[in-house]
């Protein structure tokens, strides 16, 4: 099963990921944490990334692209992965698709997390709230000023993302104000075909 899950900052998909990933027995993959791990692993993807991130530059899209194409070819992925937090673009998605296809791939859903855009600070700041009473640590990202600016970023860079899947016919939309359970069982429901 390859599935991308999309939807704003505090939509809850990490929460509905780990979920994913322990039933379906399928990788969730940070395109973050994949970077690290290639240019710690010193692969030719790796290398170019290290190059690109020494001189304080971006990662290109070409390069992101080419270290998910490496990951999904681990072991581990080989009955599927769970993008989240990739593609951010139309453009990787364009470029994540044609991987897909050079591969002999297609996803097989891109679930959208619908949500109250207005809701979504409160529930950033419950998550925030519930971390430190566990005595964890509070993402530096988790404040009403981070949330406002990420979403702004989120509407301009990837929200037209659920034009193009919908296009393709892979978006799933699922109703993310509700609570986790259900959004598991909505979910679930609709990678089964009966939403």
């Given amino acids: 099963m390859k599935l991308i899950l999309l939807g704003p900052p505090g939509a809850g998909k990490g929460t509905q990921a780990v979920r994913l990933s322990e039933k379906h027995g399928i990788p969730q993959l940070s395109t973050g944490d994949m970077l690290r791990a290639a240019v710690q692993a010193g692969t030719p993807v790796g290398l170019k990334a290290k190059a690109v991130m020494d001189t304080g530059g971006l990662v290109s899209d070409d390069i992101v692209v080419g270290i998910v194409a490496d990951r999904i070819e681990e072991k581990d992925a080989a009955r ?5 937090g990739f593609p951010r673009t ?106």
């Fill in 80 to 84: 599927g992965f769970i993008l989240d």
């Fill in 90 to 195: 139309v453009a990787q998605a364009a470029a994540l698709d044609q991987m897909l296809e050079q591969k002999g791939h297609r996803l097989d859903a891109v679930i959208e997390f619908v949500v109250d855009e207005s809701i979504l600070l409160s529930r950033i700041e419950k998550r925030a709230a519930e971390t430190l009473a566990a005595g964890g640590k509070v993402r530096p990202d988790d404040n009403a000023e981070a949330l406002k600016a990420r979403l702004d970023a989120y509407r301009v860079q990837t929200a037209p993302l659920s034009d193009y899947y919908r296009d393709s016919g892979d978006l799933r939309a699922v109703d993310a104000m509700k609570s986790i359970d259900e959004v598991t069982a909505e979910i679930d429901k609709t990678l089964n075909g009966s939403a």
